[in-house]
């Protein structure tokens, strides 16, 4: 059975403090990764999508990596604004996408 | 380009009673998906539609839960009775192709449903 595990489940960061936020998965077939970001009261908002190991992919403070059994979401000098939730969705060889259950992110000013 | 648009945002039900929620995807996307967001996890998909066909209901509560997607644009899902459990967030999303899977995906802000 595919899942994915998410950690730390919360993450609490003073601003400019960097950090990594890690997603491991088993997944049968892996053909992609995505990172979304969530805010409070509101839908996934799409940030990234990986294909293959090595790949990095970057955009603005955030930048994504992946590796065969892992992905890591790092983040350089947050500020408040980055405060979210940060979910990590694996695409399976059937072309299903399995969301973890997230990493709350809190950047305190 | 407007967004996925998703009613009503709030509902409160008793048990045992029904209610449907509305989904209009973003305008030429052809793959419209539900999901069940549960406090504190994520989201779990219930249906994926393409085009107006199912592509994938395997973890639809086929005995109280039920969707369409009429000419292939807006969406209804419904569930009938419900039960405590129910409650949770419901995200409507669409992609363009979606038919492998591997395009973004934008999500409207969801229905936030409790069943008292």
């Known amino acids: 059975e595919d899942q994915v595990t998410q950690s730390p489940e919360a993450l609490r960061l003073q601003e400019g403090e960097s950090s990594s936020l890690n997603c491991s998965y088993t997944?049968?077939?892996?053909?992609?990764l995505f990172w979304y970001r969530q805010d409070p009261g509101k839908g996934p908002e799409f940030l990234f999508t990986?294909?293959?190991a090595g790949e990095e992919k970057e955009k603005e403070r955030l930048k994504a990596t992946l590796t065969k059994k892992e992905s890591f979401l790092h983040i350089t000098a947050p500020k408040p604004e980055d405060s979210a939730t940060y979910l990590c969705?694996?695409?399976?060889?059937?072309?299903?996408?399995?969301f973890g259950a997230g990493t709350r992110l809190f950047v305190k000013a | 380009e407007a967004g996925v648009a998703q009613s009503p945002r709030y509902k409160i039900i008793e048990k045992r009673q029904s209610v449907a929620f509305w989904c209009n995807p973003i305008?030429?996307?052809?793959?419209l998906y539900w999901y069940q967001q549960i406090l504190g996890q994520g989201p779990k998909l219930l249906i994926q539609?393409?085009?107006?066909?199912?592509?994938?209901d395997s973890q639809l509560p086929k005995d109280r839960f039920s969707a369409e997607r009429l000419k292939g644009v807006d969406s209804t899902l419904k569930i009938q009775p419900a039960k405590l459990e129910d409650s949770a967030v419901y995200l409507c999303?669409?992609?363009?192709?979606?038919?492998?899977?591997?395009?973004?995906?934008?999500f409207g802000p969801g229905t936030r449903l409790t069943v008292l």
């Open positions: 999303a669409s992609s363009f192709r979606g038919d492998r899977g591997d395009d973004e995906q934008f």
């Open positions: 997944v049968s077939g892996l053909r992609g």
């Open positions: 990986l294909y293959s």
């Open positions: 969705a694996p695409l399976n060889g059937g072309f299903k996408t399995i």
């Open positions: 305008s030429g996307h052809a793959t």
């Open positions: 539609f393409q085009n107006n066909g199912v592509v994938d």
